[in-house]
């Protein structure tokens, strides 16, 4: 299809284009655009890359509307007909006053169902009107070809053209979509409309992907993209603007995670402020502030920005508070929450420990260490015990922490009781990502615990956990299994890791002589180099020393 090419080059930015003259920006649209992410990534992008930028984005979407002015019968089981653009258009011109107006519409207005000439005139229609009411206040306009409408992720409860009702759409509704879109592109030729084409892209793009998976989608509802989708959405007016973003959405520069995470909270507030102060019919939406309150606080978000874009220091978004005296941060990365505790000023190389379990236990290391300008990060995905999957989950934190972020491409790894298993499985399988290992009373076989096979007490519930987590048919199947640490040590060694292990010798509950000793013992053979601290007498607890310093010095020493 014609838009489809298009929609290749505009996603290649081989011509970076330039932004805009206009200052104030609309965007309009349904449910897609109300959630707003899209636009979030293009806001953001600007303010990294031109925080002298005085543009300011209006965020106006509205769920559940159309451009048609349509409904179908039993909308939202009845409770209320969809909204119409033009019933606030006036209204929302007036208010926002902007010079230049972008319309993702679409989704809405076939109603979902096929394809039809007084559904498609009335789309065409408001498309007119909307284009006349821009052209009459002397504002641009330009128009985003609609989402994908995706049935996969939802065959269950798509239906034939028959069948449609207000629960069941119409399972080849992207056909109306390829329709509406095409027609944008036409008028874009023929009269000259200013016509982004968003719909093309996400086709592309969802063409690709299902070459070697067939399920994927970009919308689980078949409608609402998530943000992978939402940045395909926001490509072409990134490449029409010259904006550089990464693989994620967020901007491409040092502290682009900590501005996109800014501007999200701009959109937050000016979202409900804006439908609030231009008003409309459609139920269920939250007031937002006063609009000169959100406002203000959108400006102070805007210098925060403006900060972090020309900050030569690499910041971490979303400060909840501190620990001992540091910053701490509370990210989601791969869908799981991470801790980061940042420094009053990092160190050359931006150096960090990575803490398989239990953060926060015995933390004297770690004060000592965010004093010498190391980042402390941690992981929440307890009771996974460095399975596969859970190594999987620190590949992406991994991916983030050292592009986004610009951490060191080497961690030093803390591994404490079980958080052995998290910190030696990932070092195993990424060698060359490894300063050096801290085991603190590690686990190094899960044959010993939590399986308890040897002298150790055992813990029948995370023995139960490893059999699942590994996907073992039987306990035979563990116990044959080849893949602990204890068995996986040579990629360690002859990438030269350094290891260190804090243990007690009466330990009843992850046996030493099970665990250390034998990754003492097996590591020495490689050819690798470990540091042993004994403590006589000592059991599973307490952990550490009285005096860290030994195991400051072990990881300052090795960091990299």
């Not at 920005?305 to 509370?330: D, R």
Request: hydrophobic content about 40%.
């Amino acid at each position: 299809m014609r838009h489809l090419l298009l929609s290749l080059l505009a996603v290649t930015g081989l011509v970076a284009g330039e932004l805009p003259k206009e200052k104030r920006i609309l965007f309009l649209g349904d449910s897609i655009t109300q959630g707003g992410a899209y636009v979030e990534f293009i806001d953001a992008a600007l303010r990294a890359q031109h925080p002298e930028s005085d543009i300011e984005i209006i965020p106006c979407g509205l769920s559940s509307e159309t451009v048609s002015g349509l409904s179908e019968e039993g909308h939202a089981g009845g409770k209320f007909p969809r909204p119409d653009l033009h019933e606030r258009l006036d209204r929302a011109l007036e208010k926002t006053k902007p010079q230049l107006v972008f319309a993702c519409y679409g989704m809405n207005d076939g109603i979902y169902l096929p394809l039809g000439a007084e559904r498609t005139k009335a789309y065409q229609d408001g498309m007119r009107k909307l284009r006349a009411k821009v052209a009459a206040i002397g504002a641009r306009m330009i128009h985003l070809t609609p989402p994908v409408f995706d049935p996969v992720p939802i065959a269950h409860k798509v239906v034939e053209a028959d069948k449609v009702d207000g629960a069941h759409p119409f399972k080849g509704y992207n056909e109306v979509l390829d329709f509406y879109a095409n027609w944008l592109l036409d008028m874009r030729d023929k009269e000259k409309w200013e016509v982004l084409d968003v719909h093309g892209v996400m086709m592309s793009a969802l063409a690709e992907k299902r070459k070697t998976d067939p399920q994927f989608t970009f919308s689980k509802d078949g409608v609402h993209p998530g943000a992978e989708g939402h940045l395909l959405m926001a490509r072409p007016v990134l490449a029409a603007w010259g904006l550089k973003v990464r693989e994620d959405g967020t901007p491409d520069h040092p502290n682009g995670a900590a501005i996109l995470a800014v501007i999200k909270k701009k959109h937050a507030i000016l979202r409900p402020a804006w439908l609030s102060h231009v008003g409309h019919k459609r139920p269920g939406n939250a007031p937002g502030l006063p609009i000169e309150e959100a406002l203000k606080k959108s400006a102070e978000l805007d210098v925060e920005a403006k900060k972090l874009a020309s900050s030569k220091e690499v910041v971490f978004p979303n400060q909840t508070g501190e620990w001992n005296g540091y910053a701490k941060h509370e990210l989601t990365i791969a869908g799981k929450p991470v801790t980061v505790v940042a420094p009053k000023t990092a160190a050359a190389g931006r150096p960090w420990v990575w803490h398989g379990e239990f953060f926060g236990h015995k933390p004297a290391p770690d004060i000592a260490l965010l004093g010498k300008g190391f980042h402390i990060v941690y992981m929440k995905i307890n009771d996974m015990l460095g399975c596969p999957d859970a190594v999987k989950l620190w590949n992406q934190c991994y991916a983030e922490l050292t592009s986004s972020y610009a951490l060191s491409k080497k961690p030093s790894l803390v591994g404490l009781s079980r958080g052995g298993l998290y910190c030696y499985n990932w070092a195993t399988s990424n060698p060359d990502k490894v300063s050096c290992i801290y085991g603190d009373a590690p686990v190094c076989d899960f044959k010993s615990w939590p399986g308890g096979k040897g002298k150790g007490k055992g813990d029948p519930r995370n023995w139960g956990f490893v059999l699942k987590l590994w996907g073992f048919k039987d306990e035979a199947e563990a116990l044959a299994y080849k893949g602990n640490p204890v068995d996986s040590l040579a990629p360690l060694a002859k990438a030269g890791v350094p290891l260190l292990h804090v243990f007690g010798d009466a330990d009843d509950v992850v046996p030493w002589d099970e665990n250390t000793g034998l990754i003492e013992s097996r590591y020495k053979a490689l050819g690798g180099s470990i540091t042993m601290i004994r403590k006589p007498g000592v059991g599973h607890h307490p952990h550490g020393l009285d005096d860290s310093t030994p195991i400051v010095e072990f990881i300052a020493k090795n960091a990299k």
